[in-house]
Protein backbone atom coordinates (compact mmCIF):
# COMPACT_ATOMS: atom_id res chain seq x y z
CA UNK A 1 0.00 0.00 0.00
CA UNK A 2 1.19 3.86 -0.40
CA UNK A 3 1.06 5.61 2.78
CA UNK A 4 -0.06 3.36 4.77
CA UNK A 5 0.37 -0.76 5.48
CA UNK A 6 -2.43 -1.74 7.50
CA UNK A 7 -5.84 -0.79 5.65
CA UNK A 8 -8.96 0.12 7.71
CA UNK A 9 -11.36 -1.89 5.40
CA UNK A 10 -10.96 -4.65 3.17
CA UNK A 11 -13.79 -5.60 0.87
CA UNK A 12 -14.72 -9.33 -0.63
CA UNK A 13 -16.48 -9.53 -3.59
CA UNK A 14 -17.64 -12.69 -5.58
CA UNK A 15 -19.37 -13.99 -8.31
CA UNK A 16 -21.04 -17.90 -7.91
CA UNK A 17 -22.69 -19.83 -9.77
CA UNK A 18 -25.58 -22.02 -8.87
CA UNK A 19 -27.68 -24.38 -11.16
CA UNK A 20 -31.41 -25.90 -10.41
CA UNK A 21 -31.21 -25.07 -7.24
CA UNK A 22 -33.17 -23.81 -4.02
CA UNK A 23 -30.86 -21.56 -2.07
CA UNK A 24 -32.96 -19.52 0.19
CA UNK A 25 -36.54 -19.97 0.45
CA UNK A 26 -39.34 -17.29 1.51
CA UNK A 27 -42.43 -17.98 3.88
CA UNK A 28 -44.19 -19.24 1.21
CA UNK A 29 -41.03 -21.80 -0.02
CA UNK A 30 -40.33 -20.24 -3.15
CA UNK A 31 -37.21 -18.40 -3.79
CA UNK A 32 -36.20 -15.26 -2.11
CA UNK A 33 -35.88 -11.79 -4.47
CA UNK A 34 -35.44 -8.55 -4.86
CA UNK A 35 -36.18 -6.04 -7.79
CA UNK A 36 -33.48 -4.33 -9.44
CA UNK A 37 -32.32 -2.50 -12.21
CA UNK A 38 -36.25 -2.74 -13.00
CA UNK A 39 -36.09 -6.70 -13.20
CA UNK A 40 -36.57 -9.29 -10.88
CA UNK A 41 -33.91 -11.04 -9.26
CA UNK A 42 -33.43 -14.11 -7.35
CA UNK A 43 -31.98 -13.01 -4.20
CA UNK A 44 -29.74 -14.95 -0.84
CA UNK A 45 -29.87 -13.27 2.30
CA UNK A 46 -27.16 -11.90 4.37
CA UNK A 47 -28.92 -14.33 7.36
CA UNK A 48 -28.54 -16.98 5.59
CA UNK A 49 -24.92 -16.77 4.26
CA UNK A 50 -23.78 -15.78 7.99
CA UNK A 51 -25.27 -18.66 9.09
CA UNK A 52 -23.51 -21.11 6.83
CA UNK A 53 -20.24 -19.36 7.11
CA UNK A 54 -20.18 -19.24 10.67
CA UNK A 55 -21.60 -23.08 11.34
CA UNK A 56 -19.56 -24.55 8.58
CA UNK A 57 -17.79 -27.34 9.84
CA UNK A 58 -14.11 -28.59 8.06
CA UNK A 59 -11.27 -27.02 5.92
CA UNK A 60 -10.65 -23.63 6.54
CA UNK A 61 -13.61 -22.76 9.24
CA UNK A 62 -13.50 -20.63 11.83
CA UNK A 63 -13.42 -23.74 14.17
CA UNK A 64 -10.15 -24.00 13.32
CA UNK A 65 -9.24 -20.83 15.44
CA UNK A 66 -10.43 -22.94 18.55
CA UNK A 67 -11.85 -19.28 19.86
CA UNK A 68 -14.71 -19.99 22.27
CA UNK A 69 -18.15 -19.57 20.59
CA UNK A 70 -21.27 -18.28 20.82
CA UNK A 71 -24.76 -20.04 21.84
CA UNK A 72 -28.00 -18.83 20.13
CA UNK A 73 -31.53 -20.48 21.39
CA UNK A 74 -34.19 -19.48 23.68
CA UNK A 75 -32.71 -22.62 26.47
CA UNK A 76 -29.54 -21.37 26.67
CA UNK A 77 -29.70 -21.15 30.56
CA UNK A 78 -31.56 -24.60 30.70
CA UNK A 79 -28.65 -26.07 29.09
CA UNK A 80 -25.76 -24.44 30.09
CA UNK A 81 -26.57 -23.44 33.42
CA UNK A 82 -29.58 -25.44 34.98
CA UNK A 83 -28.33 -28.97 33.46
CA UNK A 84 -24.90 -28.19 34.97
CA UNK A 85 -25.65 -27.29 38.19
CA UNK A 86 -28.19 -29.98 39.06
CA UNK A 87 -25.30 -32.17 37.50
CA UNK A 88 -23.44 -30.50 40.27
CA UNK A 89 -25.95 -32.24 43.19
CA UNK A 90 -27.49 -28.67 43.58
CA UNK A 91 -31.08 -28.58 44.20
CA UNK A 92 -33.56 -28.48 41.72
CA UNK A 93 -35.73 -25.79 43.43
CA UNK A 94 -33.28 -23.75 44.74
CA UNK A 95 -30.94 -23.62 41.08
CA UNK A 96 -34.28 -22.86 38.67
CA UNK A 97 -35.27 -19.84 41.55
CA UNK A 98 -31.49 -18.74 41.01
CA UNK A 99 -30.99 -18.73 37.73
CA UNK A 100 -35.03 -17.40 36.94
CA UNK A 101 -33.71 -14.39 39.28
CA UNK A 102 -30.25 -13.76 37.36
CA UNK A 103 -31.91 -14.05 33.94
CA UNK A 104 -34.17 -10.45 33.93
CA UNK A 105 -30.92 -8.73 35.67
CA UNK A 106 -28.77 -10.05 32.98
CA UNK A 107 -31.01 -9.81 30.37
CA UNK A 108 -33.58 -7.32 30.80
CA UNK A 109 -37.41 -8.33 30.80
CA UNK A 110 -39.52 -6.37 28.10
CA UNK A 111 -43.53 -6.32 28.73
CA UNK A 112 -43.65 -8.98 26.37
CA UNK A 113 -41.26 -11.10 27.65
CA UNK A 114 -43.33 -10.23 31.40
CA UNK A 115 -46.81 -11.49 29.55
CA UNK A 116 -45.38 -14.96 27.99
CA UNK A 117 -44.07 -15.60 31.37
CA UNK A 118 -46.87 -15.14 33.59
CA UNK A 119 -48.96 -16.89 30.47
CA UNK A 120 -46.22 -19.98 30.98
CA UNK A 121 -46.88 -20.09 34.45
CA UNK A 122 -50.46 -20.96 33.71
CA UNK A 123 -49.90 -23.11 31.54
CA UNK A 124 -47.51 -25.13 34.25
CA UNK A 125 -50.05 -25.16 36.85
CA UNK A 126 -51.05 -28.66 38.18
CA UNK A 127 -54.60 -29.48 38.98
CA UNK A 128 -53.44 -29.76 42.63
CA UNK A 129 -52.81 -26.19 42.58
CA UNK A 130 -48.46 -27.02 42.50
CA UNK A 131 -46.47 -26.29 38.85
CA UNK A 132 -44.29 -28.30 36.99
CA UNK A 133 -40.38 -27.95 36.41
CA UNK A 134 -40.48 -26.61 32.62
CA UNK A 135 -37.57 -26.15 30.44
CA UNK A 136 -36.65 -22.55 30.85
CA UNK A 137 -36.34 -20.23 27.97
CA UNK A 138 -36.31 -16.72 27.11
CA UNK A 139 -38.87 -15.16 25.19
CA UNK A 140 -36.56 -14.67 22.05
CA UNK A 141 -33.08 -16.42 20.80
CA UNK A 142 -30.21 -14.98 23.21
CA UNK A 143 -26.58 -14.65 21.95
CA UNK A 144 -24.09 -15.30 25.14
CA UNK A 145 -20.67 -16.41 24.72
CA UNK A 146 -19.12 -19.78 26.04
CA UNK A 147 -17.10 -17.36 28.61
CA UNK A 148 -19.88 -15.51 29.49
CA UNK A 149 -21.63 -18.43 30.46
CA UNK A 150 -19.33 -20.42 32.12
CA UNK A 151 -18.63 -17.25 34.58
CA UNK A 152 -22.84 -16.86 35.39
CA UNK A 153 -22.29 -20.54 36.05
CA UNK A 154 -20.02 -19.71 38.85
CA UNK A 155 -21.59 -17.16 40.06
CA UNK A 156 -24.91 -19.14 40.20
CA UNK A 157 -23.22 -21.86 41.88
CA UNK A 158 -22.08 -19.73 44.35
CA UNK A 159 -25.59 -18.09 44.50
CA UNK A 160 -27.25 -21.20 45.36
CA UNK A 161 -25.09 -22.34 48.12
CA UNK A 162 -25.56 -19.58 50.12
CA UNK A 163 -29.66 -18.56 49.21
CA UNK A 164 -31.84 -19.52 52.19
CA UNK A 165 -34.96 -20.92 50.57
CA UNK A 166 -35.85 -21.07 46.80
CA UNK A 167 -38.94 -18.53 48.03
CA UNK A 168 -36.21 -16.22 48.90
CA UNK A 169 -33.96 -16.52 45.79
CA UNK A 170 -35.20 -13.71 44.01
CA UNK A 171 -34.70 -10.92 46.74
CA UNK A 172 -31.41 -12.70 47.85
CA UNK A 173 -29.75 -12.88 44.37
CA UNK A 174 -31.45 -9.07 43.21
CA UNK A 175 -29.57 -7.86 46.59
CA UNK A 176 -26.35 -9.34 45.63
CA UNK A 177 -26.46 -8.10 42.26
CA UNK A 178 -26.87 -4.71 43.90
CA UNK A 179 -24.52 -4.66 45.74
CA UNK A 180 -21.76 -6.28 43.49
CA UNK A 181 -20.57 -3.73 41.57
CA UNK A 182 -17.78 -5.81 39.51
CA UNK A 183 -20.17 -7.70 37.66
CA UNK A 184 -20.37 -5.44 34.88
CA UNK A 185 -16.76 -5.19 34.09
CA UNK A 186 -15.66 -9.15 34.99
CA UNK A 187 -17.90 -9.75 32.39
CA UNK A 188 -16.94 -7.47 29.68
CA UNK A 189 -13.38 -7.94 30.81
CA UNK A 190 -13.20 -11.41 29.66
CA UNK A 191 -11.32 -12.05 26.38
CA UNK A 192 -13.70 -12.83 23.72
CA UNK A 193 -16.37 -12.79 26.40
CA UNK A 194 -19.23 -13.15 23.36
CA UNK A 195 -17.47 -15.78 21.73
CA UNK A 196 -15.87 -15.55 17.98
CA UNK A 197 -19.19 -15.30 16.13
CA UNK A 198 -20.38 -12.17 17.87
CA UNK A 199 -17.50 -10.31 17.52
CA UNK A 200 -17.53 -11.18 13.62
CA UNK A 201 -21.39 -11.01 12.96
CA UNK A 202 -22.00 -8.49 16.37
CA UNK A 203 -24.77 -9.03 19.04
CA UNK A 204 -27.85 -6.92 20.25
CA UNK A 205 -28.37 -6.71 24.07
CA UNK A 206 -30.91 -4.70 26.27
CA UNK A 207 -28.66 -5.17 29.57
CA UNK A 208 -25.86 -2.92 30.42
CA UNK A 209 -24.38 -5.93 32.48
CA UNK A 210 -23.52 -7.65 28.87
CA UNK A 211 -20.87 -5.86 25.80
CA UNK A 212 -22.93 -4.75 23.19
CA UNK A 213 -21.18 -5.72 19.97
CA UNK A 214 -21.36 -4.08 16.84
CA UNK A 215 -20.51 -6.12 13.77
CA UNK A 216 -17.38 -6.13 12.29
CA UNK A 217 -18.46 -7.94 9.33
CA UNK A 218 -20.69 -6.31 6.63
CA UNK A 219 -22.84 -8.70 4.77
CA UNK A 220 -24.85 -7.61 1.61
CA UNK A 221 -27.47 -9.71 0.15
CA UNK A 222 -26.51 -11.66 -2.69
CA UNK A 223 -28.25 -11.37 -5.91
CA UNK A 224 -28.41 -12.36 -9.14
CA UNK A 225 -26.54 -10.33 -11.85
CA UNK A 226 -29.39 -10.80 -14.65
CA UNK A 227 -32.85 -11.30 -14.35
CA UNK A 228 -34.33 -13.87 -12.40
CA UNK A 229 -34.70 -17.60 -13.91
CA UNK A 230 -37.22 -20.26 -12.32
CA UNK A 231 -39.04 -23.50 -13.14
CA UNK A 232 -41.35 -25.03 -11.70
CA UNK A 233 -40.53 -28.78 -10.34
CA UNK A 234 -43.27 -31.07 -10.58
CA UNK A 235 -42.10 -34.58 -8.76
CA UNK A 236 -43.82 -37.58 -7.28
CA UNK A 237 -42.78 -40.25 -4.55
CA UNK A 238 -43.68 -43.90 -5.47
CA UNK A 239 -45.00 -46.51 -3.20
CA UNK A 240 -42.90 -49.60 -3.44
CA UNK A 241 -45.15 -51.55 -2.26
CA UNK A 242 -48.17 -50.46 -4.57
CA UNK A 243 -45.90 -50.57 -7.34
CA UNK A 244 -44.51 -53.52 -6.35
CA UNK A 245 -48.23 -55.08 -6.88
CA UNK A 246 -48.49 -53.74 -10.63
CA UNK A 247 -50.24 -50.11 -9.36
CA UNK A 248 -49.07 -47.39 -10.41
CA UNK A 249 -47.43 -46.46 -6.63
CA UNK A 250 -47.60 -43.04 -6.18
CA UNK A 251 -47.58 -42.12 -3.04
CA UNK A 252 -46.93 -38.36 -2.99
CA UNK A 253 -47.45 -35.52 -5.85
CA UNK A 254 -45.98 -31.93 -5.27
CA UNK A 255 -43.90 -29.23 -6.72
CA UNK A 256 -41.34 -27.12 -5.81
CA UNK A 257 -39.46 -24.35 -7.50
CA UNK A 258 -36.00 -24.53 -8.73
CA UNK A 259 -34.18 -21.71 -9.64
CA UNK A 260 -30.63 -21.14 -11.43
CA UNK A 261 -27.99 -17.85 -11.39
CA UNK A 262 -25.29 -16.06 -11.07
CA UNK A 263 -24.67 -14.57 -7.78
CA UNK A 264 -23.04 -11.48 -6.83
CA UNK A 265 -22.10 -11.21 -3.27
CA UNK A 266 -20.62 -8.57 -1.12
CA UNK A 267 -18.44 -8.33 2.31
CA UNK A 268 -16.99 -5.14 4.25
CA UNK A 269 -14.29 -6.12 7.43
CA UNK A 270 -14.52 -3.18 9.32
CA UNK A 271 -10.68 -3.56 10.44
CA UNK A 272 -10.33 -1.80 13.94
CA UNK A 273 -14.03 -3.16 14.66
CA UNK A 274 -12.81 -6.34 14.53
CA UNK A 275 -9.50 -5.91 16.03
CA UNK A 276 -11.29 -3.90 19.17
CA UNK A 277 -13.90 -6.88 19.07
CA UNK A 278 -11.56 -9.65 19.51
CA UNK A 279 -8.97 -8.40 21.47
CA UNK A 280 -11.01 -5.99 23.87
CA UNK A 281 -8.70 -2.85 23.16
CA UNK A 282 -10.57 0.25 22.35
CA UNK A 283 -10.99 0.72 18.94
CA UNK A 284 -9.09 4.06 18.54
CA UNK A 285 -5.88 1.95 19.50
CA UNK A 286 -6.63 -0.93 17.08
CA UNK A 287 -2.88 -0.67 15.37
CA UNK A 288 -1.28 -1.16 18.20
CA UNK A 289 -3.26 -4.17 19.46
CA UNK A 290 -2.23 -8.03 18.56
CA UNK A 291 -4.11 -8.04 14.90
CA UNK A 292 -2.72 -11.84 14.97
CA UNK A 293 -6.44 -13.39 15.35
CA UNK A 294 -7.58 -10.71 13.45
CA UNK A 295 -5.53 -11.72 10.30
CA UNK A 296 -6.36 -15.35 10.42
CA UNK A 297 -9.76 -14.96 10.66
CA UNK A 298 -9.93 -12.60 7.26
CA UNK A 299 -8.02 -15.09 5.67
CA UNK A 300 -10.81 -18.12 6.58
CA UNK A 301 -13.37 -15.65 5.82
CA UNK A 302 -12.16 -15.06 2.07
CA UNK A 303 -12.37 -19.48 1.84
CA UNK A 304 -15.40 -19.33 3.53
CA UNK A 305 -17.34 -16.69 0.89
CA UNK A 306 -15.87 -18.83 -2.20
CA UNK A 307 -16.52 -22.16 -1.23
CA UNK A 308 -19.38 -22.41 1.58
CA UNK A 309 -22.44 -22.54 -0.31
CA UNK A 310 -26.01 -21.96 1.07
CA UNK A 311 -28.90 -23.87 -0.05
CA UNK A 312 -32.27 -25.54 0.70
CA UNK A 313 -32.94 -28.79 -0.61
CA UNK A 314 -29.73 -30.16 -0.20
CA UNK A 315 -30.49 -33.46 -0.90
CA UNK A 316 -32.51 -33.16 -4.00
CA UNK A 317 -30.54 -30.07 -5.88
CA UNK A 318 -26.71 -30.20 -3.96
CA UNK A 319 -26.03 -26.74 -4.39
CA UNK A 320 -22.39 -27.12 -3.93
CA UNK A 321 -20.38 -24.34 -5.66
CA UNK A 322 -17.04 -22.76 -5.50
CA UNK A 323 -16.64 -19.11 -7.11
CA UNK A 324 -15.94 -17.96 -10.38
CA UNK A 325 -14.36 -14.72 -8.91
CA UNK A 326 -13.11 -13.72 -5.59
CA UNK A 327 -12.35 -9.72 -5.69
CA UNK A 328 -10.74 -8.60 -2.72
CA UNK A 329 -9.37 -4.83 -1.95
CA UNK A 330 -7.73 -3.13 0.89
CA UNK A 331 -7.57 0.43 1.65
CA UNK A 332 -8.79 3.65 3.88
CA UNK A 333 -11.41 4.97 1.80
CA UNK A 334 -15.20 4.57 2.32
CA UNK A 335 -16.01 0.65 1.36
CA UNK A 336 -18.36 0.67 -2.25
CA UNK A 337 -20.08 -2.45 -3.37
CA UNK A 338 -19.70 -3.25 -7.21
CA UNK A 339 -23.77 -4.38 -7.82
CA UNK A 340 -24.03 -1.40 -9.89
CA UNK A 341 -21.94 -2.74 -12.36
CA UNK A 342 -25.54 -5.31 -13.03
CA UNK A 343 -27.62 -2.87 -12.67
CA UNK A 344 -28.40 -2.99 -16.24
CA UNK A 345 -29.18 -6.82 -16.02
CA UNK A 346 -26.49 -8.95 -17.62
CA UNK A 347 -27.17 -10.30 -21.22
CA UNK A 348 -26.69 -14.15 -20.66
CA UNK A 349 -25.86 -14.37 -24.51
CA UNK A 350 -23.20 -15.25 -26.24
CA UNK A 351 -21.23 -16.10 -22.71
CA UNK A 352 -22.89 -15.19 -19.42
CA UNK A 353 -19.61 -15.15 -17.56
CA UNK A 354 -17.49 -13.33 -20.15
CA UNK A 355 -20.43 -10.61 -20.50
CA UNK A 356 -20.20 -10.34 -16.32
CA UNK A 357 -16.89 -10.52 -16.34
CA UNK A 358 -17.03 -7.75 -18.96
CA UNK A 359 -19.59 -4.96 -16.98
CA UNK A 360 -17.23 -5.28 -13.88
CA UNK A 361 -14.30 -4.42 -15.57
CA UNK A 362 -15.79 -1.49 -17.27
CA UNK A 363 -17.63 -0.59 -13.92
CA UNK A 364 -14.14 -0.63 -12.00
CA UNK A 365 -12.88 1.72 -14.89
CA UNK A 366 -15.15 3.74 -14.80
CA UNK A 367 -15.02 4.39 -10.88
CA UNK A 368 -11.04 4.80 -11.12
CA UNK A 369 -11.59 7.02 -13.40
CA UNK A 370 -13.89 9.58 -11.42
CA UNK A 371 -12.92 8.59 -7.58
CA UNK A 372 -9.22 7.56 -8.50
CA UNK A 373 -7.58 4.35 -7.88
CA UNK A 374 -8.57 4.36 -3.68
CA UNK A 375 -7.60 0.41 -3.05
CA UNK A 376 -5.32 -2.19 -3.69
CA UNK A 377 -6.54 -5.27 -5.19
CA UNK A 378 -6.29 -9.08 -5.52
CA UNK A 379 -8.17 -11.38 -7.73
CA UNK A 380 -8.79 -15.05 -8.24
CA UNK A 381 -10.83 -15.98 -11.09
CA UNK A 382 -11.37 -18.93 -13.50
CA UNK A 383 -11.23 -17.37 -17.32
CA UNK A 384 -10.99 -13.87 -16.43
CA UNK A 385 -11.40 -11.58 -19.49
CA UNK A 386 -8.46 -9.29 -20.70
CA UNK A 387 -10.86 -6.33 -19.91
CA UNK A 388 -11.35 -8.08 -16.40
CA UNK A 389 -7.61 -8.46 -15.77
CA UNK A 390 -6.67 -4.39 -16.63
CA UNK A 391 -9.22 -3.27 -14.48
CA UNK A 392 -8.53 -6.11 -11.07
CA UNK A 393 -5.17 -6.88 -11.98
CA UNK A 394 -3.17 -10.58 -12.21
CA UNK A 395 -5.01 -13.37 -11.15
CA UNK A 396 -3.26 -15.60 -8.76
CA UNK A 397 -4.56 -18.92 -6.70
CA UNK A 398 -7.71 -18.47 -3.92
CA UNK A 399 -4.70 -18.94 -1.59
CA UNK A 400 -2.33 -15.84 -2.23
CA UNK A 401 -5.36 -14.02 -2.30
CA UNK A 402 -6.39 -15.26 1.38
CA UNK A 403 -2.82 -15.00 2.39
CA UNK A 404 -2.50 -11.29 1.22
CA UNK A 405 -5.52 -10.97 3.05
CA UNK A 406 -4.33 -11.90 6.33
CA UNK A 407 -0.93 -10.92 6.57
CA UNK A 408 -2.41 -7.16 5.71
CA UNK A 409 -4.02 -7.39 8.80
CA UNK A 410 -1.38 -9.21 10.69
CA UNK A 411 1.08 -6.60 9.81
CA UNK A 412 3.04 -8.88 8.03
CA UNK A 413 3.97 -6.99 5.11
CA UNK A 414 6.65 -7.77 2.48
Request: charged share 25%.
Given at each position: ?41 VRISSQCLKRHWRTFRGEHSLAELNQPGSVRSR ?63 TGQVTVLGRPELDYLKKMASWLCDRVPSPDKAK ?13 RENLQAIPLAAGLDAALFGRMVTSDLLARGDAA ?198
Open positions: MTSMQTPRFLQIHTLTSYPASLLNRDDAGFAKRIPFGGVSRYTFEKYLIQPLLADGKSEPVVRAVVEAILPALLGKSEKAKKEEAEGEKKGKKKDGGTEPQALQGFVEEHLKKSKDLLHVAHAFTVHEEQSETDYFSAVDDLESAEGKLGSGHINTAELTTGFFYGYVVVDVPLLVSNLTGCPRKDWLSADRKLAGDVIERLVYLVATVSPGAKLGSTAPHANAHLVLVEAGNAQPSTLANAFLSPVKERPDLVANTYNALAEFLVELDAMYGARHQRRLAALKPTDALLAAAGERAPLAEVASWAGKLLRGDHD
